[in-house]
């Protein structure tokens, strides 16, 4: 006859045999099951083109100052290292990619021109070239920095921002008149500066 302690025990070793049991057909379900790989994120394809022109005398830009455009030059410039211009008509994009585009151009003596419509991020761009010249209804649109108060991200300070933009104005050879204007400009509207006065603040280096 069995004493209750002996029974509790029974118990227990059949309840510990039940959950190793339990453990062992959960670990051959999950050895059984296929692991789904993380979803990937697609990024969209940049939004701009930039190719040598049929001449073969420039390259040519269109579209967003978008991610990848500083690599993309890079890799068309190796290409093509007799071309010494670059074309642009954008309406601006990411100032980091600009500053980047900006270092290919000084590293290779590589000048800028406009025949149509050139502004923000692309400006920059625009004044980073060795020589820089307007075609007759060429404009440049420039304006100041700032983030709209629900769109602060992080350690991004548009003060900070703009002072690095300005130095690559001073490097070029711009009047200081004319940097200091920049510096004071508001995010909206736009400056379209005339045609004389950017030649006057060196800003078009050639008729």
């Known amino acids: 006859m069995m004493r209750g302690s002996d029974i509790d025990l029974h118990v227990l070793r059949l309840l510990l045999g039940l959950a190793l049991s339990g453990l062992v057909l959960v670990g051959i379900a999950m050895a059984r099951t296929e692991a789904k790989p993380p979803a990937l994120r697609i990024l969209p394809p940049p939004d701009f083109t930039l190719s040598a022109t049929s001449d073969g005398q420039a390259f040519e830009f269109l579209g967003l100052v978008d991610f990848g455009l500083t690599e993309a030059l890079r890799r068309l410039v190796a290409a093509h290292p007799e071309i010494r211009q670059l074309r ?4 601006g994009g990411y100032i980091a990619e600009a500053r980047g585009v900006v270092t290919v151009l ?29 075609g007759p209804e060429g404009r440049l649109g420039l304006h100041g920095y700032a983030l709209a108060r629900e769109r602060q991200y992080g350690m991004i300070d548009p003060v ?41 603040a060196g800003m078009v280096t050639q008729p």
Not at 88 to 91: F, G, K, R, T
Not at 106 to 134: M, N, Q
Not at 169 to 178: I, N, T
């Open 88 to 91: 642009l008509d954008s309406n």
């Open 106 to 134: 000084r590293a290779h003596g590589i000048a800028t021109h406009v025949e149509g419509h050139c502004a923000s991020a692309c400006a920059l761009i625009f004044a980073g070239g060795a020589e820089r010249s307007l």
């Open 160 to 200: 900070a921002e703009m002072q690095r933009d300005l130095a690559i104005y001073r490097a070029q050879g711009l009047e200081e008149s004319f940097v200091t204007q920049l510096a004071a400009l508001p995010q909206v509207p736009m400056w379209y500066p005339s045609h004389d006065e950017l030649q006057a």
